[in-house]
């Protein structure tokens, strides 16, 4: 690659990010002023967003975030894989006659004219960096096709018949280059899909392979049983699990590299009848992966109003709760971003570190070394923080010092298991915290859950049966009340749905409130005040976006099973 944008090197000189001389120097050792956007971007210079952004608006092009992109599998099917390598370019979309295609040499005619010929179409050029390029590249050339070609490159001969398969033919088996292949395009294959989970299952007569996508599991392809025991040994491999023990369950970890991020996953396998079941969940894109602003995430008004109020608290714990997989670290990421300025000392300690946020000090859980969500905390409070996030309250001894710090002048986000925010306002007391600390600490309980939103491309409005209406409104049953859904279609998979959204729940804690949990008060009570604080349930706030075709009404009834939701 041989990048020339001389009006980035001399926007570079004039805002003195670097000395002319730096620049030449650079670009006489690299003949490539693609180098000096590099080296503003890794010596921190520039945000790379920024830095990527005056790039290309020195070309004259637009630019483009590929992990934030919508591919059209079609489009990218036209272009060869190998090509796409070669020259660093990515099919995106067609829009009329035009294909936008990503390139990190954005104005070299020669490839421009080489991507035309290969297409056979003209072209819209966007700026993506080479690196995001590679990226995109490498995830967006998987299917279920591939997976199955790699699987058939495996030579079933090399495993023993009627025996145990020893350690040393375990690593064998899961050294094969068909194997590695196997294992890595798996998981790019479910960072295509969006997909949360992977599931390995083995069945009778093959191995079942099913992704979670917007929080519902479905069958992605088959494989030959003959696979299992080399694919779970790779995987274990790659955890740092034992390969000879499958009679109990193991849990561990794996990062997987590509050109710009890493990507790491949660490891779990269980023994079944027909074998160890593996199910790895995807944590987080680490470096790459963006914390949404708040008004991204689908509150209601009153509640964006109150979570605007809370973060801005100079003291006090405010608690999030939902199960597994709801949303909740993304929700407190997103109140930190907004209150992350120079003058505060944010410090975090999570299991795992999801989000990167810049200006944060975030510390990974490590309980080998004796490092707990209690002995962090601890340390937190002699470093001075203005604002505390603990991933979640699991035990007495982290409940007691979140509290406490709370009530000495510190703003604590963190996270509960409860069903609903009416719960959570006891969940404390508990666990173990005396009323008397838990009260006057906690300024605000949310509890949320992620719904699956409607597909924008295939959504209908349909009339909600007079019973319906009955049933779930205070108003005549003849009032015509219209609802929405997904037909169906190929940019949903056929489901309806694409991605999701929140629903949430949420409790100010007053005066009266405090005085009420100091008091050890029944849910009924405690829930009585709260509607007089504004308080309104999870299944209100589910029916307005239902009603605003953001999800359907199957969804919300689902995830608002709770009697106080």
Same mark, same amino acid.
């Given at each position: 690659m041989r990048s020339e944008n001389k009006p980035f090197l001399d926007e570079v000189i004039k805002r003195n990010l670097l000395p002319e001389k730096e620049v030449m120097r650079i670009i006489m050792a690299h003949r490539d002023h693609?180098?000096?956007?590099?080296?503003?971007?890794?010596?921190?210079?520039?945000?790379? %967003? /920024?830095?990527?952004?005056?790039?290309?608006?020195?070309?004259?092009?637009?630019?483009?975030?590929?992990? /934030?992109?919508?591919?059209?599998p079609e489009v990218v099917e036209r272009m060869s894989k190998k090509f796409a390598r070669e020259n660093i370019v990515a099919p995106i979309y067609q829009l009329g006659d035009r294909v936008t295609v990503a390139m990190a040499d954005a104005t070299n005619k020669s490839i421009i004219e080489d991507v035309e010929k290969h297409l056979k179409a003209k072209i819209s050029v966007v700026f993506s960096m080479a690196?995001?390029?590679?990226?995109?590249? /490498?995830?967006? =050339?998987? *299917? #279920? !096709?591939?997976?199955?070609? $790699?699987?058939? #490159?495996?030579?079933?001969?090399?495993? &023993?018949?009627?025996?145990?398969?020893? #350690?040393?033919?375990?690593? !064998?088996?899961? @050294?094969?280059?068909?194997?590695?292949?196997? @294992?890595?395009?798996?998981? +790019?294959?479910?960072? #295509?899909?969006?997909?949360?989970?992977?599931?390995?299952? &083995?069945?009778?007569?093959?191995?079942?392979?099913?992704?979670?996508? *917007?929080?519902?599991? %479905?069958?992605? +392809?088959r494989l030959s049983l003959d696979l299992m025991a080399p694919l779970v040994s790779r995987i274990k491999i790659l955890s740092g699990m034992d390969i000879t023990e499958r009679r109990r369950p193991q849990d561990g970890r794996l990062t997987m590299e590509l050109a710009n991020r890493s990507i790491s996953f949660r490891v779990s396998t269980a023994p079944t009848i027909h074998g160890e079941k593996t199910v790895l969940r995807l944590l987080g894109q680490i470096q790459k992966r963006n914390i949404p602003q708040i008004e991204e995430l689908y509150f209601s008004k009153e509640i964006y109003d109150w979570i605007k109020q809370l973060i801005k608290a100079p003291s006090g714990a405010f608690f999030i709760t939902g199960p597994t997989g709801s949303g909740k670290t993304t929700t407190l990421f997103s109140a930190l971003q907004r209150v992350n300025t120079p003058e505060l000392n944010i410090m975090t300690i999570e299991d795992p570190v999801e989000y990167r946020l810049e200006g944060a000090n975030q510390v990974q859980v490590n309980p080998s070394v004796g490092l707990t969500f209690s002995?962090?905390?601890?340390? =937190?409070?002699?470093?001075? &923080?203005?604002?505390?996030?603990?991933?979640?309250?699991?035990d007495i001894e982290t409940a007691k010092i979140a509290t406490e710090a709370a009530l000495t002048g510190h703003l604590v986000f963190s996270t509960l298991h409860t069903n609903d925010a009416i719960q959570a306002v006891t969940r404390l007391v508990e666990i173990g915290v005396e009323p008397f600390l838990v009260g006057p600490s906690l300024i605000g309980v949310m509890s949320q859950r992620l719904v699956r939103r409607i597909c924008d491309s295939c959504k209908e409005s349909y009339a909600l049966p007079k019973e319906e209406v009955e049933r779930l409104f205070i108003c005549d049953a003849a009032t015509e009340v219209k609802m929405w859904r997904g037909k169906g279609c190929a940019k949903c998979r056929f489901t @309806?749905?694409? @991605?999701?959204?929140? $629903?949430h729940e949420m409790i100010l804690v007053d005066d009266e409130l405090r005085k009420l949990i100091i008091a050890n008060a029944p849910l009924p009570e405690i829930k009585k005040a709260a509607v007089k604080t504004g308080y309104k349930t999870m299944r209100y706030d589910g029916l307005k976006k239902a009603l605003r075709g953001l999800t359907t009404l199957e969804e919300v009834e689902e995830a608002t099973f709770s009697p106080y939701a």
């Open positions: 693609y180098q000096v956007l590099l080296h503003v971007i890794h010596n921190g210079l520039m945000r790379q %967003s /920024e830095a990527c952004r005056l790039w290309a608006d020195s070309l004259g092009v637009a630019l483009m975030d590929l992990n /934030e992109t919508l591919f059209q690196e995001d390029i590679l990226d995109a590249i /490498e995830i967006q =050339f998987i *299917d #279920k !096709k591939v997976l199955e070609d $790699i699987s058939g #490159k495996f030579d079933v001969s090399m495993i &023993p018949i009627n025996r145990e398969i020893g #350690k040393a033919e375990l690593e !064998k088996l899961a @050294g094969d280059n068909s194997i590695i292949e196997l @294992g890595r395009s798996l998981m +790019l294959l479910a960072i #295509k899909d969006s997909a949360s989970d992977i599931h390995i299952e &083995p069945m009778e007569n093959n191995i079942l392979i099913r992704f979670r996508i *917007d929080g519902v599991l %479905s069958e992605r +392809l002995t962090a905390l601890r340390a =937190f409070l002699r470093q001075d &923080p203005d604002i505390m996030l603990i991933g979640e309250i699991r @309806g749905y694409s @991605g999701r959204l929140g $629903i």
